[in-house]
């Protein structure tokens, strides 16, 4: 091969797509992800395609298994497959293996929960002066599916709504550990 076929060859492959799956609030974790944290799909180096589609397998919890969104929480501990359709159809698969939930709140990664409840409200922010959550985002029915992970506050949880993907602070008493 000569040498400007191999440079045209390494060109095209260092500007590949490629699609890459990380924990949001962890700082970029990529390893040692588990059942209930919510995670991101991003696509390097796609030459200005837009993403059309992310499909995930199985289906994330509360969220429809394809759609425009680039989050997702898996469900369950084993294999989790994401394929990324880009905007000229051509498509972008990565798998990754997934551990088991994590079952308490305040580790180092997102515990799956429901809301027990009546109706727990999802606030934007806590007041420490005044010790209160302020900022109501939206109300939380009981037995809502939820991701909890840092304390922030005695007795509140930065909590993630699963179905919507927003993110706030809760009550801890209101939601307990377990997909």
Same mark, same amino acid.
């Given at each position: 091969m000569s040498p400007r076929l191999l440079g045209a060859a390494v060109a095209i492959l260092?500007?590949?797509?490629?699609?890459?799956?990380?924990? %949001?609030?962890?700082?970029?974790?990529?390893t040692g992800l588990r059942a209930g944290q919510v995670l991101?799909?991003?696509? #390097?180096? $796609?030459?200005?395609?837009? %993403?059309?589609?992310?499909?995930?397998?199985?289906?994330?919890?509360d969220r429809p298994a394809c759609g425009p969104a680039r989050t997702g929480a898996p469900a369950r501990a084993g294999v989790q497959r994401v394929?990324?359709? =880009?905007?000229?159809?051509?498509? =972008?698969t990565r798998s990754v293996r997934i551990g088991r939930p994590a079952r308490r709140f305040g580790g180092r990664t997102m515990a799956p929960? #429901? %809301?027990?409840c009546?109706?727990?409200?999802l606030y934007r922010d806590y007041d420490r002066r005044r010790r209160r959550?302020? $900022? =109501?985002i939206r109300r939380l029915p009981r037995g809502t599916r939820v991701g909890v992970s840092d304390r922030v506050a005695p007795g509140r949880v930065f909590t993630w709504h699963y179905a919507t993907a927003q993110g706030g602070v809760a009550l801890e008493r209101c939601a307990r550990p377990g997909l």
């Open positions: 260092a500007a590949a797509p490629s699609l890459s799956l990380h924990a %949001i609030f962890t700082g970029g974790q990529t991101h799909a991003t696509v #390097r180096d $796609g030459g200005g395609q837009g %993403i059309r589609s992310v499909c995930w397998e199985p289906a994330p919890i394929v990324v359709t =880009l905007s000229d159809a051509s498509t =972008l929960a #429901r %809301i027990t009546a109706r727990a409200g959550s302020t $900022g =109501l």
